[in-house]
């Protein structure tokens, strides 16, 4: 497996659940990391669609029932480490489904603007994916009035622009 840095949390793949499957989401992978700076612990999940796209999602265990779990903060200051840890888990699905595509979505939180366009959390994903270096593997797209950034895979994905605009269709 592809790994970006050491400086990143172990994780466990903690299992796949069909919960919220349609005709769209296929189901979810459900992985796990515990800061060691923090001890916060983490949920990513990883929705898998048709399409070979996978849309990652992480938040805070402490807020597991909570509405807008992937909008609040967990004040922890340590999110390069955080963000390291859930690319090197998308990479590991990257192992387990070569031919995936990837996409963030930065939610909004109470200090953005209502439209949702350009989400503070979006301006961060897409500079850290920026300097990741992944681009002989994915194609970086960034949606900046939907706060989306996607990782299109370069092997499974010939028209970036077609798929693109379907895959806006269904999320």
Known sequence: MI???DSSYPF?????SKTGADKYQLDTLIYRFRS???FHE????VERYVESLCCVKFFDTSSIHGIGRFSQLSDTFEPRTIFRTVANIAL?????YPLSSFCFIGAADNRDSPDG???RRY?????????LAIEELFELVFFDQQSFVLLANRKAVTDIDCYSMRLLQFL
């Open 3 to 5: 790994t970006l840095t």
């Open 117 to 119: 366009a350009q989400t």
């Open 42 to 45: 983490y949920e990513v999940h």
């Open 92 to 96: 590991d699905v990257h192992s387990r």
């Open 123 to 131: 301006r961060v994903y897409k500079a850290y994916i920026r300097r």
């Open 12 to 16: 466990e793949f903690i299992g796949i």
């Open 36 to 38: 060691s700076k923090s």
